[in-house]
């Protein structure tokens, strides 16, 4: 049995997610706000936010100000009253069996059980408040809720990463150069998320966004880079976004002579993607390998011209000094 919603549910409850968590401030959020935030498609968005106000669970105003608010607040919305918004009622409509043999034409032999379970899962939604789902969606953002063992987001869904660029410039410069790094590492992983976002608009327009919402924070820490001719630092960092777990990265950011004025930075390590390509493990690698590739190359062009901020050169990067592996 697929327990999950179809693409209207799942827009609505996501729609209704946006407006609990602007409802304490007291402002309406406009549809343009909740596609942002939600990654609702703009083409459904209203649609979507008008089954919220059939169902008498929003209301909608019109002018500067204006946008859709929840009636009441989330603390006394069921998540039941939002699921059937954009599923409509859940009970069953038909045999759980569907045709049988001429002794089912009153009941067939699941209806008890069925029932039961149908009647199991509406209790479970209507205990269930939009505020505690809210709440749950913003420790998921800032990646204070456990996930739990069953957890379909992300699942094993993990990006192996080796790839390096070359430098020219000697290593101890480089060295010197990521001591001092964590100001504009930043901008360089940010960079590499909007360049792959780009690159999944062209392979399937239709699926949530790669970027994330927020700068991703990055860390870097001396280590032992497992080679003996070169010098290196773990990197580590998390990119949030308003859909769930958080993308990450862990590994090795090493530097290696190529010779007295050239070197090679290599990454290697494994990056757990964003909720938008998870269920898809051949997109998310993809993804993920071009997100990598932009950022190590963009962290290359910021050590080599250094009063250039980083961030959104990635192109430029590539025509310029810093030679790469294809």
Known sequence: MNMTLSKRGDYVVRSALCLAR????GEHRKIREVVAEMDVPQTFASQILADLVRAGLATSQAGKAGGYRLIRPPEEVSLLEVVEAGEGPLRSER?????GPCRWESVCPLHETW????????????ATSLAAIAARDEALERSEYALPTDSHRHGSTLVDIDDWVQVELPPGAIDRSLARAEAWLPACVRSGYDDAEGLRQGIDPGSLSWSPSATPVVALAACDPGRGDGTGRTLTWEAGGSRGPLSRF???LSVHAVDDDRSELRVAGKFRPPAAAAADPALAERLGRATMRTALREIARALEQPGDPPGGTARRARGGRVSARS
């Open 22 to 25: 602007a409802y304490a401030s």
């Open 95 to 99: 045999c759980a069996l569907g045709d």
């Open 115 to 126: 029932g039961a379970a149908t009647a199991a899962l509406r209790e479970t939604l209507a």
């Open 250 to 252: 862990e590994g090795v």
